[in-house]
């Protein structure tokens, strides 16, 4: 079993930066693969980015592209979002998952069997 820790997260005003981490338990770490998710008041959870095993691969929601950037390290067992320009609509609490199945739907909540607290993060504008 994977225990997930996020922090990082705070006020921030529009056009600022965060980075957030995820600080995974266990010596597993590099055989999951990671994401971001957040969610809103009032809205449903919504996929950030995601992120493999080895960092060979990352996705992204298209509200993020451009801006937010996923990445990992195996011997720290964290992982990452640089999330740069932040907008207001950004405003969320964010939560990372992760998932050490063979096949995975990035951006499905249901790829990921564990999740963290999630960190809020608050962008004024």
């Known amino acids: 079993q994977v225990q997930l820790v996020e922090s990082g997260g705070g006020l921030v005003q529009a056009g600022g930066s965060l980075r957030l981490s995820c600080v995974a338990s266990g010596r597993t770490f590099s055989s999951y693969a990671m994401g971001w998710f957040r969610q809103a008041p009032g809205k449903e959870r919504e996929f950030v980015a995601h992120i493999g095993r080895s960092s060979s691969s990352t996705y992204y929601a298209d509200s993020v592209k451009g801006r937010f950037t996923i990445s990992r390290d195996n011997a720290k067992n964290t992982v990452y979002l640089q999330m740069n320009s932040l907008k207001p609509e950004d405003t969320a609490v964010y939560s990372c998952?992760?998932?050490?199945?063979?096949?995975?739907?990035?951006?499905?909540?249901?790829?990921?069997?564990?999740w963290g607290q999630g960190t809020q993060v608050t962008v004024s504008s």
């Open positions: 998952a992760a998932t050490n199945s063979v096949f995975v739907i990035h951006a499905s909540e249901r790829s990921y069997q564990y």
